[in-house]
């Protein structure tokens, strides 16, 4: 997830990849799934018409629908959500905290990074 997100609004500086990659090549993620599924009608059309075409805003337009649909929070709240609910469950397992914390901060890094 945090990897789609990135793709859509990470700094290309620091993420080291073209913004809009996966928008580009037409894939399928996270965003854009939540995207049409909340999108409405004008807007689904739109998704629609921008996924089979290659018009050079293609990014530019896709990135405003998804904003538009709230795609961006959207994708955020749900990234945290599953990181508590993971975190928490890493709680409960009966292993001593030093053995959990190798996995804890991978988690960490993986939610947090930039890049």
């Known amino acids: 997830m945090q990897d789609d997100y990135l793709d859509a609004f990470g700094d290309p500086e620091k993420f080291g990849k073209q913004v809009g990659g996966d928008i580009l090549a ?10 049409m599924e909340v999108a ?8 629609i ?13 896709t990135l405003e629908i998804y904003k538009d ?7 955020k709240e749900l990234k945290e959500k599953y990181y ?4 928490q469950h ?9 053995r959990k914390k190798p996995l804890t901060e991978l988690a960490e890094y993986l939610i947090n990074r930039e890049h």
């Not at 037409?26 to 995207?35: C, D, E, R």
């Not at 009608?41 to 998704?47: E, N, R, T, V, Y």
């Not at 508590?84 to 975190?87: C, E, F, L, S, V």
């Not at 890493?90 to 030093?98: D, F, G, Q």
């Open 49 to 61: 018409a921008l996924n089979k075409g290659n018009e050079i805003a293609k990014v530019e337009k």
């Open 84 to 87: 508590k609910i993971a975190m």
């Open 69 to 75: 649909t709230n795609a961006d929070a959207w994708a």
């Open 90 to 98: 890493m709680e409960e397992i009966a292993v001593l905290s030093a």
């Open 40 to 47: 409405t009608p004008a807007q689904l059309k739109q998704l």
């Open 26 to 35: 037409n894939k399928k993620t996270f965003l854009s799934i939540h995207a």
